[in-house]
Antibody, heavy 121, light 107 residues
Framework: QVQLVESGGGVVQPGGSLRLSCAAS????????MHWVRQAPGKGLEWVAF????????YYADSVRGRFTISRDNSKNTLFLQMNSLRAEDTAIYYC??????????????WGQGTLVSVSS | EIVLTQSPDFQSVTPKEKVTITCRAS??????LHWYQQKPDQSPKLLIK???QSISGVPSRFSGSGSGTDFTLTINSLEAEDAATYYC?????????FGGGTRVEIK
């Protein structure tokens, strides 16, 4: 079955950096687009970024563009989110999710359990 | 940015009752509207894709309808396990956006 396992979350000071990972299994990773979506404590869902199946195209929410970078390693079935210049408002659970479309955005099918990022001094 | 407005924000419902949740888009998104269920301390689960297409493994009491700017999620004969927050989500335009959520409580 599909498994998405996020890791790399933790507590970081404002202005700091973190790199999140998402290990995928149970589907053909190299054929799937991938999303990052976050959820601040007690709040709703916010889309963060999307990457095409081959990494050739990437899209970002305005709130993270220029600070976050989405990438993937298809040889290791792993998705990444490099987060720099972190702010208090980036505090959230970060989920990865797979998309059935390779070169287009369709929808998120399966979601991981999430990893918590807390930005605090 | 396309804004999705869900209503109501909260609904308290008795088992076997019918639940209707609406999602209105700030501009036309065709059928590119999807519904998710999130139970406490769990990740979201896809219920309906492209406004009305069913998802394998999702109970048939969940259905969706609509197009353009107005969409509806219907839960027929609510069960206790349906207590959750429901989100609509559009994939028509970047940035992708979600509705604010509708929390359904079982009386």
């Amino acid at each position: 079955q599909v498994q998405l396992v996020e890791s790399g979350g933790g507590v970081v000071q404002p202005g700091g950096s973190l790199r999140l990972s998402c290990a995928a299994s149970g589907f053909t990773f190299r054929n799937s687009g991938m999303h990052w979506v976050r959820q601040a404590p007690g709040k709703g869902l916010e889309w963060v970024a999307f990457i095409w199946h081959d990494g050739s195209n990437k899209y970002y929410a305005d709130s993270v563009r220029g600070r976050f970078t989405i990438s993937r390693d298809n040889s290791k079935n792993t998705l990444f989110l490099q987060m720099n210049s972190l702010r208090a408002e980036d505090t959230a659970i970060y989920y990865c999710a797979n998309d059935p479309c390779a070169g287009n955005i369709c929808y998120s099918i399966y979601w991981g359990q999430g990893t918590l990022v807390s930005v605090s001094s | 940015e396309i804004v999705l407005t869900q209503s109501p924000d909260f609904q308290s419902v008795t088992p076997k009752e019918k639940v209707t949740i609406t999602c209105r888009a700030s501009q036309s998104i065709g059928h590119s509207l999807h519904w998710y269920q999130q139970k406490p301390d769990q990740s979201p689960k896809l219920l309906i894709k492209y406004a009305s297409q069913s998802i394998s493994g999702v109970p048939s009491r969940f259905s969706g309808s609509g197009s353009g700017t107005d969409f509806t999620l219907t839960i027929n004969s609510l069960e206790a396990e349906d207590a959750a927050t429901y989100y609509c989500h559009q994939s028509s335009n970047l940035p992708l956006t979600f509705g604010g959520g509708t929390r359904v409580e079982i009386k």
